[in-house]
């Protein structure tokens, strides 16, 4: 149903470091990038595929402000490992803690996620929902 989803970033730099390093423990990359020092519109797109962005950050400087309570987004993993690199990657480039590595068994019985907040405020998960 979605093509893709963006966020807006208070620091291109910031972010993209940080999503260059969780995402890629899950197997995404940069798909794209159009990056200038300063520039409104620089913006970055990870997916699988070049030019097939799944999901992108964008410069919004002191205008970026993430969505409150109830809003989150969940990234495919294609392992439990994955997931517990994710989480760890996330937490060594700037992000906060929001549930450790784990299985969900309110979610399921094979559901294993992990729980974290970006530097720019945004839920972000990890998950795999298959049995191992």
Do not use: C
Request: aromatic share 12%; no cysteine; glycine share 12%.
């Amino acid at each position: 149903m979605l093509h893709h989803l963006s966020f807006g970033v208070a620091d291109i730099d910031r972010a993209a470091a940080f999503y260059d390093a969780t995402l890629a423990a899950l197997g995404y990359g940069r798909v794209w990038e159009d990056i200038e020092d300063g520039e409104p519109d620089s913006a970055v797109g990870y997916g699988l595929e070049t030019g097939k962005d799944l999901f992108a950050i964008k410069q919004r400087g002191t205008a970026a402000s993430p969505p409150g309570a109830g809003f989150h987004l969940a990234f495919t993993a294609p392992s439990r490992e994955a997931v517990d690199r994710f989480h760890t990657a996330a937490l060594a480039h700037g992000g906060q803690d929001n549930g450790a590595p784990g299985l969900r068994p309110d979610y399921g019985p094979h559901y294993y996620a992990a729980f974290v907040i970006d530097p720019d405020g945004y839920r972000i998960e990890a998950v795999i929902n298959r049995a191992p």
